[in-house]
């Protein structure tokens, strides 16, 4: 088989070793069965295309192209692959950073709850230690209370007793002396009167107790008590005198006076006690206290009296200074002002008078003036020749200037119309001319500034 040409390219063929024979199935054939193959006539070789340069820069073209293309496809598809791969990272990184600020604000608040609960617990154990260093202190108090109170429990108690026995003690020595006074053989029932007055003394002690636990009245108790005592004395002290020895009678004496007056004393305490009477050291300590806030409440009035004193004179030099000064600043004013007064039965110029006053004199409140007006009229007149163009040119005089070469018969100014009377005062039209458009500007901007000082004054 000969070549083929192909995209301008020829291309060996396949060699052939001999004529093409069929290959039976039963075996090979003998030579008896050959039969001579025909003749064949030559294939016909087309012609070879001529070499195209221009097909074949095309051809490199569009083999560039798809070069091309396919570089940019993959550049493409790698800068797609390096953005997912970077969003991924980017992605990551955000994810990692939103879950670290989680464990970082879960950490804070966690610890924010441990220092809550750290300061809640050293509260409420502040408040425990409080309230038990409370209860330890109100009840060491009331230990103290109640062991001072069993201790003036236990003193009363001793007191008593020790009064009572003494009493007792007193009587039994008392009452022989007494006995034998009263001693009459032919009158032995007499003995009954040394016991009438002992006992009728504590009788009546006892009733005298009685109104002290009742609060009633109780000096005709003690009184009589005291009576009854300084019988049984006298007693003992004639017959001990005309009986015995002097010693004995004093003796005696004493113990009938004694034993009812060391309960008398002992009652006369807890009547003290009950009205609440204060000891002779409360009471001084109460008397200083009310002298030293009596030296101060004098010392804060004292004081109180000096500053309104003061502030008195402050305001009265102010009020002297305020008529001193309007008389010198206003004399006018002024005379018109106590004459005022007097007519309206005022003993110094008020305020209202001077104001009033003021109005009659100048025409206006206090604090204003024509002088006043003029300085700020002038004030407004500099103000508008510093802001004009030309500060050399008053801008009154500028404005007077334009205003009137603008003016005609036919325009009114502030005081009427032009003083040019024609004759006959007859008008035609197109007489005036009419305005330069400068000029209407510079009309309107010297209005506008007249208008400005105006409001400014």
Known sequence: MTGQTINGTKRPGVPMLGPLTPIHLGGIPSATDQTPAAPTEEPTVA?????????????????????AQAEALRIEAEGKAEAERIRAEADSKAKDIAAERSRMRLEKEQADHALRLAEATQKREAIERERLEATRVAEAAKEEQDAAAEEIAKADAKWRSYAIWFARVCSVVALPVQMNA???????WLLAAPLMLEGGSWVVQRGAASAVANRRPLWHYR????????????INLWHGINAFDPATAIATAFASLAGPGVWDLHEHGRIRRRDGVLTRRETKAKEAAEKRAAAERAAREKAAKEEK??????AQEAVDKLAKDREQLYPKVWEHAKKLAAALGE??????????AHKDVEGTDPGDSAEAQNLRNAAARRLLDARSDAPEKSVWKAQEVTTNAQRAIQVKGPRGGSSYKPIPPRRTKGDTA????????????AKRQSNTAREDS
């Open 309 to 314: 004193a003061a502030a008195e004179k402050a």
């Open 47 to 67: 012609a070879e295309p001529a070499y195209d340069p221009i097909a074949h820069a095309e051809a490199d073209r569009i083999r560039d192209l798809a070069k």
């Open 223 to 234: 009184t009589i008590a005291w009576l009854l005592a300084m019988i049984a004395a006298g």
């Open 434 to 445: 009419p305005f330069h458009p400068v000029a209407k500007a510079l009309a309107a901007e």
């Open 347 to 356: 003993t110094t110029v008020t305020e209202a008078v001077w104001r009033r």
């Open 182 to 188: 009263f001693w009459n053989p032919r009158a032995p």
